[in-house]
């Protein structure tokens, strides 16, 4: 038996999504919104040189076809990427109707998103009163700090203060389908911010709002918010059992790497490591040398979209684009004979665009330890179908195995 790696590196996008004119940034469609590719060119005209400097450098990834899939995808010559391939490389589209984690995440699982969500309008208030009615409830407050569309650290800059003075808790959304709660872990209480959004998150799955997000944070006035790695998310589950389900129902390890557990409900997951994309790597890695045969791990890499996508950092994200890719070949030493190893994104953000929500955009696929084939144009649930595939399952799920 052989053992499976699914790794995605969150909002890593190459542009080109046929559908992308139907989403929309400030009011500005995504047309023409390509992550990876704006990021090359940014660092190669210099735009990009805070803590780097130059040319985009991924060698790892563009020898598995990342410059070739970006060319694919979207039409563009990424610069400093488009090495001759020897992995298996392809460029895949997203059927789900939204431009989100958890609809890129359960589509690469196998089971596109069949309804359409819920947003909150880009209004004040922007959420409903029955839902702010709950919130106070839960709380135990007479009143919410926020209630409209933001950022997360723009935010904590406005409110964090008030929110200290006051003890009501910070509500906001954005172009996803989330209800995010920001509260301090000591005034307000971590323990405190989990209960409240588990409180109200079943009526807002009702409503197929997608997610209800702890966001604690910690400061004060002075010296200025930050938020903690306490993230938690209260998800809904995806409609269908996932490529997670296939492999746990089959009695096989399902090792989920940082978000993953969460975007899942915690459906089909063995054991979930946690922490910043730092630790994560080294999950990972160990991972390589202790999976079983016949496991499945699936890891998301968040802090390309968390730290730099969203917040429009495009020295950043290039920064982490060749951190993550300089470590491969620590991952790539302990593959064992028979492993597939699957580098693959949810959706878009790019750095270079207007606004701060994700970019509709395809997604890059590529693998290891299949050799060097073009898959070409393919479907993000075609990644479920070939993992399961990979494994032996009986399960493909919405797609079709690449293998
Ligand atoms: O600005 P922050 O709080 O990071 O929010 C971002 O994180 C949310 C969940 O991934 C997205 O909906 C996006 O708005
Ligand atoms: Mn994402
Ligand atoms: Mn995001």
């Known amino acids: 038996m052989t053992r499976a790696f699914l790794v995605v590196l969150d909002s890593v996008g190459i542009g080109g999504a046929p559908d992308a004119d139907a ?3 400030d009011g500005t469609p995504d047309t023409g919104a390509n992550t990876v590719g704006h990021i090359a060119e940014a660092c190669a005209e210099g735009r990009a040189d805070d803590g780097r400097e130059g040319a985009l450098m991924m060698p790892n ?16 010559i990424a610069p400093g990427l488009g090495a001759e391939p020897w992995g298996a490389w392809g460029a895949a589209t997203e059927v789900s109707k939204g431009k989100d984690t958890p609809s890129g995440h359960w589509e690469l699982a196998g089971v596109p998103v069949p ?8 209004e004040e208030p922007a959420f409903p009163p029955e839902i702010t009615a709950a919130i106070c409830k839960a709380a135990g407050v007479d009143g919410i700090l926020g209630d409209k569309h933001a950022s997360g650290t723009v935010i904590l800059d406005e409110l964090g203060a008030e929110h200290m003075r006051t003890g009501l808790p910070i509500c906001y959304t954005s172009a996803d389908s ?10 307000f209480g971590l323990e405190r911010l989990y209960a409240l959004c588990e409180a109200i998150a079943p009526m807002l799955h009702e409503r197929r709002v997608g997610r209800v997000i702890a966001r604690p944070f910690l400061g004060d006035a002075e010296t200025g918010f930050e938020r903690t790695v306490n993230r938690r998310d209260f998800a809904l589950a995806a409609p269908e059992p996932t490529l997670l389900d296939w492999v746990y129902d089959a009695g096989r390890p399902m ?10 409900a915690h459906r089909g997951v063995t054991d979930n490591a946690k922490g910043t994309d730092e630790a994560l790597m080294e999950a990972l890695i160990g991972l390589a040398d202790t ?43 302990r593959m ?5 190893v699957i580098f693959t994104a949810d959706h878009g953000n790019d750095p270079t665009w207007v606004g701060t929500d994700h970019t509709r955009e395809r997604v890059p696929v590529l693998c290891h330890g299949i050799g060097t084939r073009k898959l070409g144009q393919i479907g993000f649930a075609d990644v479920a179908a070939s993992v399961a595939d990979h494994l032996g399952l009986d399960q493909r799920g919405a797609g079709r195995s690449f293998l």
């Not at 989330?178 to 005034?187: C, G, N, S």
């Not at 969203?310 to 790539?332: C, I, K, P, S, T």
């Open 61 to 76: 990834l563009d020898r598995l076809g990342l410059g070739m899939a970006v060319k694919l995808a979207s039409g563009l």
């Open 255 to 264: 090792h989920a790497v940082g978000k993953i557990g969460d975007i899942f």
């Open 178 to 187: 989330v209800l995010q709660i920001a509260a301090h872990e000591e005034a």
């Open 291 to 333: 999976a079983e045969d016949g496991s499945l791990t699936f890891a998301n890499f968040v802090e390309f979209d968390s730290k730099y996508g969203h917040r429009r950092n495009v020295a950043g994200y290039a920064r982490h684009l060749e951190w993550f890719d300089a470590q491969l070949h620590r991952f790539f030493d």
């Open 23 to 25: 989403f929309f940034n």
């Open 115 to 122: 309804f359409d969500w819920t947003y909150f309008p880009d």
């Open 336 to 340: 064992k004979p028979g492993d597939l």
